[in-house]
């Protein structure tokens, strides 16, 4: 593997969570401010975030929008950020929103935390939970919290925290 920088190689996504940990208001800040610095066309930021700390109002609502099988680890997450993006391109806002996303991940990595991204959920229900104005557009919920024991998890999903890291070799990723 070529020399990747730690923050990338360490990350993954884990879905158990240490039900007991928070998540500082100075960690929320770092990873928002993260995400604030991302790049984006034109420096239109399009991205706003809603984020819940674990059982407050915001976070319960973002929780009971995911499906089932997610709420099931998801509730351990430490806080439940709501990632949405505005602007008449909602191609390029998504993308911009993902760069936002993905700068918040190599933040949380540095801070010892772990992120797990989810696009399914219920969006509309979410926007009008969550009393969203017209143009933002719901497209990511992000779990972050500190990791917890992997054996806490139902069985199906063990196997699937305790197994390799698998990524398709450089040259399949490759066009041409």
């Given amino acids: 593997m070529a020399d990747l920088t730690p ?8 879905r158990s969570f240490d039900p007991t940990a928070e998540l500082t208001p100075a960690e929320a800040s770092s990873l928002l401010e993260a995400a604030r610095w991302a790049p984006s066309a034109d420096n239109a930021q399009p991205w706003r975030f809603a984020l819940g ?4 109002d915001t976070w319960k609502r973002i929780l009971v929008s995911l499906p089932d099988g997610d709420q099931r680890w998801a509730r ?3 806080a439940l950020v709501l990632g949405a993006h505005t602007g008449g391109d909602p191609e390029q806002a998504g993308y911009d929103l993902g760069q936002a996303v993905a700068h918040l991940t190599v933040q949380a990595t540095a801070l010892g935390l772990y992120v797990h991204q989810l696009i399914r959920f219920d969006q509309a229900h979410l926007a009008a939970e969550l009393d969203l104005a017209a143009g933002i557009r719901p497209l990511v919920v992000v779990a972050v919290g500190r990791l917890g024991d992997p054996r806490a998890l139902p ?3 063990l196997a699937r925290e305790t197994g390799l890291r698998h990524r398709r ?3 399949a990723l490759l066009l041409g």
């Avoid at 923050?7 to 884990?14: F, H, K, N, T």
């Fill in 7 to 14: 923050l990338l190689a360490i990350r993954w996504s884990p």
């Fill in 53 to 56: 700390h674990r059982e407050d």
């Fill in 76 to 78: 351990h997450a430490a």
């Fill in 155 to 157: 069985a199906d999903l």
């Fill in 169 to 171: 070799p450089l040259d």
